[in-house]
């Protein structure tokens, strides 16, 4: 299944759906039969104008934008018949450009069908693309943004995002975790020349940077945390890497209680853990992998044959997977709940579990 299947599986053609940001690469393209609505930052003929000065961009497949979205709650765009009603919220590599991505996530739940409603996104990793030095986002820089109700990213997310952008051999993405080969692009002179500039602006004109930053495990932390605060009712159901340079989680509503304090800790510590074996797997064979990473599996954290270090994740997914399954009562929901769990740990190990081929 390629990503683009992944990120519409699930769905039938005749389903409502909004697309954030296609662009010139949409996903559930109205030429191919899909009922989308398209929301994105410019009209059909400004996006063509935009996209034609770039070589190898079909600008042809940019599609009518139903909905021009330049700030704003995203529900406050539609109007009541599709209000409530729409079944699946898709966007790739937009969330890391949202200034609000806590109010597009509760926006999201006024928009989208009560119990089948899900948001499906493609989002980019850290450790194998520009913003590979970068600090990841925490749950306190999206509060932030969300308490300010921000329609431009701050200061810091545009020093930071020039500061810090690099790249391998020209490319802005590369095939495996590492911070040795990239090399930055820009001077510190000049991210603070952009700081300036933006902040004595006062932010007039929208200036369009990766404002967030993230690992599978880190995005799974942020959504975790508002939803245990009770700011969102969207939960990960399922989290899988597509690319080597991103990842496609998909969140589904959720009515369940939230744990007493105890359990909460067990599940940020579990995910925390988590968040710091994909950072030592980007550091590799560096001495400041070492606390990180067993011994002996420091030369190849991020190969297939750290069985170790792999037996280790499995342990946090099989106690994950004995969370969820005591959370489970026989309904046809919580099957599909408990075989996709099967197919996330199955295709994550597949050389431990015999193979790569999903249940059905």
């Not at 509060?143 to 990213?153: V, Y």
């Not at 902040?199 to 799974?220: I, K, L, M, N, Q």
């Not at 599909?336 to 249940?359: H, N």
Request: hydrophobic content about 40%; some cysteine.
């Amino acid at each position: 299944m390629d990503r683009n299947q992944l990120i519409l599986a699930g769905c039938n053609k005749t389903d409502p759906i909004v697309e954030i940001g296609p662009s010139h690469a949409p996903i559930a393209a109205k030429r191919d039969g899909w009922a989308t609505v398209v929301v994105d930052h410019a009209s059909q003929e400004d996006l063509r104008a935009k996209y034609g000065q770039f070589p190898g961009v079909d600008i042809e497949r940019i599609e009518k934008v139903d909905h021009i979205w330049q700030g704003g709650p995203l529900d406050a765009l539609f109007e009541p018949p599709l209000l409530g009603r729409v079944q699946r919220v898709i966007s790739s590599h937009s969330i890391e450009h949202l200034p609000d991505p806590v109010g597009f996530l509760v926006a999201a739940s006024r928009l989208t069908h009560p119990q089948s409603g899900t948001v499906c996104l493609a989002v980019p990793d850290k450790r194998q693309c520009f913003d590979v030095f970068r600090p990841l986002t925490s749950t306190g820089d999206w509060l932030d943004a969300w308490r300010e109700k921000r329609g431009r990213h701050s200061g810091a997310s545009v020093f930071d995002h020039l500061a810090y952008l690099a790249q391998v051999d020209d490319a802005p993405c590369w095939q495996q975790p590492t911070v040795d080969r990239p090399r930055l692009l820009h001077t510190l002179g000049q991210a603070f020349e952009l700081y300036g500039s933006y902040e004595d602006g006062g932010r007039r004109d929208y200036v369009d940077v990766h404002g967030w930053v993230f690992t599978p495990a880190s995005f799974e932390l942020l959504i975790l945390e508002l939803w245990l605060l009770g700011l969102i009712d969207w939960e990960v159901e399922s989290c899988q890497t597509t690319a080597p340079h991103e990842f496609v989680v998909l969140l589904r509503r959720t009515t369940k209680a939230r744990p007493d304090a105890a359990v909460q800790n067990e599940q940020r510590h579990r995910l925390l853990r988590r968040v710091a074996e994909e950072v030592a797997c980007a550091v590799g064979d560096h001495p400041a992998a070492a606390p990180m990473l067993a011994r002996g599996q420091q030369a190849q954290a991020c190969g297939e044959d750290v069985v170790l270090l792999h037996l280790q994740q499995l342990g946090h997914e099989v106690t994950a997977l004995r969370q969820e399954l005591a959370e489970m009562r026989g309904t046809q929901r919580d099957l599909q709940r408990f075989l996709d769990l099967l197919r996330r740990v199955r295709s994550r190990w597949p050389r431990l579990l015999g193979g790569t081929r999903s249940p059905r």
